[in-house]
């Protein structure tokens, strides 16, 4: 099954509203990161965020280990967020750090 | 923050031919990695390289995958001979170094078009 679960698939939201992106890991993890994928695919990265709260700008991470979850929070949403949010997961320990996506979270702003 | 770079951006060659991607990592990094999108699904782990050598590939990086690099200069992916089930955007990303916590800065892919 899927090691790593997005939520939601898709969201469509007005502009100016919040959202909250989430993801859940069926193993543990060492760290986690979340990207922003432009609709011509090149990938941003969002936050290398391996534990606790990180913010920059309208966007906030959180991540805890323990409960293997991570959440991006969106504020005050614009037009110019919308795109595919991915999340993934590093597993630790011998698994030679590779990277786990999540299938993504596809956000759509409307005016 | 550190770029990592990938030549060719597009690439549109025959099944069949062989092909040769490019990344051009972090400076200092050691670590270095390719990974998969085919077209509207989820990115996929192709294989990480380490100290010269393959450290671990996923059941995606077939015996007609190769990856190298040679004398410090670019890290590269090559398939040969392709199949059209290669098209997708392939991803390169390097690590610092092994262990530890440490980002993995990628480049902007590149669009394989097997036709």
């Known amino acids: 099954g899927q090691q790593v679960q997005q939520s939601p698939a898709s969201l469509v939201l007005q502009e100016g509203e919040n959202a909250e992106l989430q993801c859940n890991f069926s193993t543990s993890l060492n760290s986690m990161q979340w990207f922003y994928q432009r609709p011509e695919g090149s990938l941003v990265s969002l936050f290398y965020?391996?534990?606790g709260t990180k913010q920059s700008g309208r966007l906030t991470s959180t991540t805890v280990i323990k409960e293997r979850r991570s959440s991006l929070h969106i504020s005050s949403s614009q037009i110019t967020d919308s795109g595919t949010y991915l999340c993934a997961m590093e597993r630790g320990g011998g698994s030679g750090n590779k990277l786990i996506f999540g299938t993504g979270t596809l956000l759509s702003v409307k005016p | 923050g550190p770029k990592v770079l990938q030549i060719p951006s597009h690439q549109i060659i025959d099944m069949g031919q062989m092909v040769t991607l490019n990344c051009d990592p972090v400076?200092?990094?050691?670590?270095f990695y390719w990974y998969k999108q085919i077209l509207g699904q989820q990115m996929e782990f192709l294989v990480n390289?380490?100290?010269?050598?393959?450290?671990?590939k996923s059941k995606l990086f077939k015996d007609q995958f190769s990856v190298e690099r040679p004398d410090g200069s670019y890290f590269t992916l090559k398939i040969q001979p392709t199949a059209l089930e290669d098209s997708a955007v392939y991803f390169c990303?390097?690590?610092?170094?092994?262990?530890?916590?440490?980002?993995?800065?990628f480049g902007p892919g590149t669009r394989l078009t097997v036709l």
């Open positions: 390289f380490y100290n010269g050598k393959v450290m671990e």
């Open positions: 990303a390097s690590r610092r170094d092994w262990g530890g916590y440490a980002e993995q800065f």
């Open positions: 965020n391996p534990s």
């Open positions: 400076s200092n990094h050691l670590y």
